[in-house]
T-cell receptor, first 116, second 113 residues
């Protein structure tokens, strides 16, 4: 198993550009999520999905879109990049979204995004 | 909304000694999970230990153990026999009924040889 993979590892954008951060998992996990980590801070949830076709907003969703057409993939789209979106982005997945189930989240290696 | 607070931005410990990292949280829920994650310089997030709020017994994983005080909303991590490889950022996290993880601001742990 490759686990959770993210591409690209690094990206530099200009203000106003759009792009998609890719996330894929090969563990047949129900739950997938996107976080951002700003310097000196913990991770903050952007969007999450409890299954194909189902997504919901997290703590900081503005400026980002997601979709989940397959169990494996959960791309994050930046519609019009802004300097405030400079951050490290992590994708994560877990076997189930149920709290009483196996809800350990497995994280990808992160994407460092800089918006100029 | 839940909040998670880690009041120690940095901690240091001598190799082979014991250190405790603090975490408090605010919630009105009675059923939830708590986690400690480790983030080494590689940036990879690694699960250290997990605690279920409905279980009285404190979780233990080898050299890592927690002191879970539900009434006080406190969830500290104890690392025994500290090793150089334990040096990292440590994040406390709360898993709520809405399927969301809320992270604290982190504690940087330095291990002195």
């Amino acid at each position: 198993n490759a686990g959770v993979t993210q591409t690209p590892k690094f990206q530099v954008l200009k203000t106003g550009q759009s792009m998609t951060l890719q996330c894929a998992q090969d563990m047949n996990h129900e739950y997938m999520s996107w976080y951002r980590q700003d310097p000196g801070m913990g991770l903050r949830l952007i969007h999450y999905s409890v299954g194909a076709g189902i997504t919901d907003q997290g703590e900081v969703p503005n400026g980002y879109n997601v979709s989940r057409s397959t169990t494996e993939d959960f791309p994050l789209r930046l519609l019009s990049a802004a300097p405030s979106q400079t951050s490290v982005y992590f994708c994560a997945s877990s076997p189930t979204y149920l709290r009483r189930g196996n809800n350990e989240q497995f994280f990808g290696p992160g994407t460092r995004l800089t918006v100029l | 909304a839940q909040t998670v607070t880690q009041s120690q931005p940095e901690m240091s410990v001598q190799e082979a000694e014991t250190v405790t990292l603090s975490c408090t949280y605010d919630t009105s829920e009675s059923d939830y999970y708590l986690f400690w994650y480790k983030q080494p310089p590689s940036r990879q997030m690694i699960l250290v230990i997990r605690q279920e709020a409905y279980k009285q017994q404190n979780a233990t994983e080898n050299r890592f153990s927690v002191n879970f005080q539900k009434a006080a909303k406190s969830f500290s991590l104890k690392i025994s026999d500290s090793q150089l490889g334990d040096a990292a950022m440590y994040f406390c996290a709360y898993h709520n009924a809405g399927n969301m993880l809320t992270f604290g601001g982190g504690t940087r742990l330095m291990v002195k040889p």
